[in-house]
């Protein structure tokens, strides 16, 4: 059976919750590989809307396995405060599971994160300031403490105090800010332990059984592929792999057992942060957009940045996961347009470039180069099947499609979990 990776094609926000709230039924185990609670998912069901931060969206699906991986970064009290908000929905959460070797933010990362930003000034980054950035630095470093961690004391304690050494030589001298206590930090993280315990699991292990035994995986990435700390828009991106090669090394699972990957793509594009956006639109239309789309992150509550379709992000994003599908979500914002512009490729120094450009500067520089695509004012929301979309509607899905580089299996006409188009199984 098949491992399924699911991620973002553009710069996150493009209804992966929903893509993958829809495939839950049909999965046994749906796994969040990188990222913390930097990223959220918007999943309504019914008359229900949920806001997941950390979890995988999988957990609102009774018959699936939610696993949150060794690639994710964990906030503990964000973790508890989101099971309880679900535990009080009647949700049941008790099936899931937690790396052992998944890192903890712990309270200095959150500061740090914080201080270093406003530092930056306008240089700044535009972090969620939630610890994310620092707590995969001290990954790297080598200094980071796990979930396995919470278990011995004696190994949190030393490896606190190797973090916190040079930490604190930097808030009180660059800073002015007064040092972080070792033994404060010791003492809460220490009790975490006791709550997280029936939830921690040697997911690997688990994971690798899981597909020998013909069971269905389904990983779940958060942000999007632009914001790839190799191969997004570079430094404004997150600290981790959200590309589908961060499903591997995010899960401990190995590439050959990878049989599709599935990019999610909203039918304009949306970021939210700081950095390029060749397509962003600062008039009526962008505020159209934002409005009608109910552009605002859900973590951050911060508006989005809004702008057209943009077809070269796209095809990078097909060759830098290997995307068998795209899940086009959102079509039903775009009603009521006349025209709709795509941006085909970009003018740069006087030239038309067709592919996404290695250079951080050029990208800066991209100018979009658009084709317009008539639009459509009939109601989609109620559409079943591709032939019930008007006919304007179903060109531009085409178009798109064409563009991308890979079949448009999915399409969002709503934000409810029955209103999409099926077009290819993705099972």
């Not at 957990?59 to 964990?74: A, H, S």
């Not at 000034?121 to 200094?143: C, L």
Request: some cysteine; proline content about 5%.
């Amino acid at each position: 059976m098949p491992a399924l990776v699911l991620l973002g094609a553009q710069w996150g926000d493009e209804g992966k919750g929903k893509a993958t709230d829809l495939l839950g039924g049909s999965v046994d185990y749906v796994v969040r590989y990188q990222g913390g609670n930097n990223a959220g998912h918007t999943v309504v069901v019914g008359d229900q809307k949920y806001a997941l931060h950390l979890l995988p969206s999988g957990i609102l699906t009774p018959e699936c396995t939610p696993v949150i991986g060794n690639g994710v970064v964990v906030d503990p009290s964000v973790l508890f405060s989101e099971l309880d908000g679900l535990n009080e929905r009647g949700v049941d959460t008790s099936k899931l599971l937690l790396s052992g070797n998944a890192h903890i933010i712990t309270p200095y990362n959150v500061t740090v994160d914080k201080v270093t930003e406003r530092f930056l000034g306008k240089r700044k980054i535009g972090t969620t300031g939630r610890g994310i950035g620092p707590t995969y630095a001290d990954k790297i470093n080598r200094v980071g403490i796990r979930v396995q961690d919470l278990y011995d004391e004696s190994i949190l304690t030393q490896k606190v105090e190797a973090s916190l050494d040079i930490k604190n030589q930097m808030l009180t001298k660059l800073y002015n800010r007064r040092a972080i206590a070792i033994e404060q930090v010791v003492e809460e993280l220490l009790s975490y332990a006791d709550r997280l315990k029936p939830y921690v699991a040697d997911t690997v292990l688990i994971l690798n059984k899981a597909l020998e035994d013909d069971k269905v995986v389904l990983f779940e990435g958060g942000q999007g592929t632009l914001l790839d700390i190799d191969h997004g828009t570079y430094p404004f991106v997150t600290s981790s792999n959200p590309t589908a090669g961060g499903a591997c090394t995010g899960a401990g699972v190995g590439p050959t057992k990878i049989s599709r990957v599935i990019g999610i793509l909203k039918a304009y594009t949306t970021r939210v942060g700081s950095g390029p956006f060749p397509t962003e639109l600062f008039d009526a239309d962008g505020e159209a957009l934002r409005r009608i789309g109910g552009e605002r992150g859900v973590t951050t509550g911060r508006d989005r940045r809004c702008g057209w379709f943009d077809a070269v992000i796209a095809r990078y994003a097909t060759r830098v996961n290997g995307l068998t599908d795209f899940f086009l979500t959102k079509l039903d914002v775009l009603t009521g347009w006349e025209e709709i512009p795509v941006c085909v490729a970009y003018e740069i120094d006087g030239k038309r470039v067709e592919e996404l450009p290695y250079s951080q500067s050029d990208f800066h520089h991209a100018k979009p180069i658009y084709e317009t695509l008539p639009g459509w004012s009939e109601d989609i929301t109620k559409a079943k099947t591709f032939a019930d979309l008007p006919k304007n509607a179903q060109a531009y899905v085409k178009a798109l499609e064409e563009m991308s580089g890979a079949p448009i299996s999915a399409i969002g006409v709503g934000p409810g979990r029955t209103e999409t188009i099926e077009i290819n199984s993705f099972i």
